[in-house]
C-alpha cells in the first residue's frame, strides 16, 4: 500500500508541473538563465531584438564581445541582412560576411535565427558568428599552390583551365581562343645540360611569352614542357595564327645558358571557341591540333572533322577488340598464279570485318590496329583462321599441296614471341611448314633490324617461305636482301598499274626482276588486271602474279572451289 500511495504522488506533482508556464530564458526576466546559455555555446553568439528602428541587442556572450561583435551589427551591410531576415518567414539564415577590405578583412559564417519568445517581448533573433579568417587565408594558401606553377609562378593546368572558364563565363559575346606551345627538344636539353638549366630554360621561356600577351590574355605552364595561352580574339582563326607567328618570332632568338647558345623550336595547337564547349574541353581541342602540328612542323587549328575522325578512330578500336575476341572476323583469299602455267600457286590470307551488316574497310581498321596495338592480337587469329582453314581444305580434297600467305606486322616481331606461335599453329593444325608463307614489309624490319633478322631466321628455320611485301616503296635497303632468308620479292602495284604505258615503270620493275634473278629469288606483282600486263611481265621475268585479272579477294568457299577448279584444268 505504501509503495502504491507514493507512486500516486509523483503522478499528482508531474501533473502539477506541466501546468506551471516555462521559464523563457531569453526573455528580459530571465537574466540570471539567458548568460549562462549563451557563454555554454561554442561560438560566437548574442540575442538581440528585431525591432522597426534596427537591432537592438539584449545579451551577448563573452565569445562574441571579443569579436568586436557590437559594432559589427551596426555595420550597413550587416544591418540590410538582419532587415532582409525580418522581412521573411524564414526560421534562419546563413551567409558569408567581410568585416572590411576582402584582402585583408576579417571573414566570417553567420547565421541568423529566430527565437520563439513570449509575444509580449516582440521577435528576438539568436546570431552567431565563426570567425573564418584564418581558414580562409589557409584556403587561398593551398588554392595557390594547387592551381599554380612553383617554377614559373604561372597557373598551371588547372588553374590555366579555372581561368579559362571563368573569362569564357565573363566574356560570353567575345571570342576566345587558347594556343598551345609545346618546345620541342626540350627533354634532350635536360639530358644533356641538367634539369637546373632546363628550368632555368623554361623561365626564360616564360618571360618571353609574357612579352608577347596583349591586355586580357592569360598564360599559363599546362604541363612539362608546355604552355598555354588563352587569347581574346576579334578576327577568328587568322588572329590566332598571327599570334602563333608572333610567339615563333619570340622563341627563335636562341637562349644563352651558362656559355651555351641554345634554339628553341616549338609546334603550336590552337582552338578557337566555338560557344559549345567549358575551357577544359577547349584546351583538349588545342591539344588535338597540337598533335597534329608535331607531326606538320606548322601551326595548326583544331579541325572538327580530324577529331571527328579520331574518335571514330576509338570507336573502331573498341569494336574491333570486341570482334576479334569474339572471333567475328573472316578471311578472304586471293589467289597467286604461277605465270608461265597459270596455275594457282599459292593464296593471300586478308582479314575481312563487318561490323552490324556494314563492311568495314581493311585500309580503316588496319592502320587502327597497328596504331593501338590490337595488330599482334588480329594477327595470331589471322595465322590461326587461315591454317585451319588450310587443314580443312586437304580435308575435304584428300591431301593437297596448295599454300597460303599470312601477312605479318612490325609490332608483331617486336612484341610477340612469333617463331614459337607459327610452331604452335603448326602443330595444332597438322599442316606442313613449308606450306605456310610469312609476307612482311620492310617498316617491320627497320623498326628493328636486330631483333627482326633473328625472328626471320628462326622462322626460316622452322620451314616456312618468307616473303618482302611491297618492295620498291619502302627503304629499299638492298642489305636485307643479303642479310636476311627472304625467298619471295612482291612487287607494290604502285610499279605494276599503268606499267605498259610509262617507260620509268618499266624501267623500274626490269631493275627489280634483274636484282631478284641475281640473288636468286622468286618474285610476284600485284596488281595485274590484263592479260597484256601479265604477258609483259612475264616476258621481263616475273615469276607470279596476283590481281583481278585472275580474281578479287573471295570468301573461303569460293576460293576452294576456284582452287579445286584450277586443279582440274590444270590437270
Known sequence: MGSTRTLQNRRASLRAAAKVQPVDLLSATADAFRRPFLEALPIAAAIFSLAEDGPELIDANLSFEKLGGRSLLQQRDMLARVREFRGT????????????DHGIGRQFSVRLSRVNVIKKFGPRCLVTLVDRTAERATEKSLRLEMFND????????????????????????????????????????????????????????????LSTLRAGDVLGRTSGNE???????????????????????????????????????????????????????????????????????????????????????FTIETSLRRAIEADRL????????????????SFEALARWTENGEPISPGTFIPVAEECGLIVPLGRWALDAALRTLADWDRRAGGANSRFAVNVSALQIARDDLPRRIADALSTTGVEAGRLML??????????????ARTLHEVREIGCCLALDDFGTGYSNLAYLQRLPID????????????????DKVAIVRAILSLADALGLQTTAEGVESAPLAQTLAALGCTRAQGYLYAPPLEAEAAFAYWIANSSAAT
Open 488 to 503: 619471295i620479292l612482291k612487287m607494290d602495284q604502285s610499279f605494276v598499274t599503268g606499267m605498259l604505258g610509262d617507260r
Open 330 to 345: 573472316t578471311l578472304a583469299f586471293q589467289p597467286v598464279v604461277e605465270l608461265a602455267t597459270g596455275r594457282v600457286s
Open 227 to 313: 604552355f598555354g595561352i588563352f587569347l581574346r580574339i576579334g578576327d577568328g582563326a587568322d588572329e590566332a595564327l598571327a599570334v602563333a607567328q608572333r610567339v615563333n618570332a619570340v622563341l627563335s632568338t636562341p637562349c644563352r645558358l651558362s656559355d651555351l647558345e641554345i634554339r628553341i623550336g616549338c609546334a603550336i595547337g590552337c582552338a578557337v571557341y566555338d560557344g559549345t564547349c567549358d575551357g577544359d574541353e577547349l584546351i583538349r581541342r588545342a591539344e588535338f591540333a597540337l598533335k597534329r602540328a608535331k607531326r606538320t612542323g606548322d601551326p595548326e587549328i583544331y579541325q572538327p572533322r580530324a577529331h571527328d575522325l579520331a574518335r571514330r578512330h
Open 150 to 209: 612553383s617554377l614559373t609562378g604561372l597557373p598551371n593546368r588547372a588553374g590555366f583551365a579555372d581561368e579559362a572558364d571563368r573569362l569564357l563565363a565573363d566574356g560570353a559575346e567575345a571570342s576566345h581562343a587558347v594556343l598551345l606551345i609545346d618546345l620541342s627538344r626540350f627533354s634532350r636539353i635536360n639530358e644533356s645540360i641538367g634539369a637546373v638549366a632546363g628550368d632555368e630554360l623554361l623561365i626564360t621561356v616564360a618571360r618571353r611569352l
Open 439 to 452: 609476307e612482311l614489309t620492310e617498316s617491320a624490319i627497320v623498326a628493328e633490324p636486330g631483333k627482326a
Open 89 to 100: 518567414d524564414a526560421p534562419a539564415l546563413d551567409f558569408e560576411w567581410v568585416d572590411g
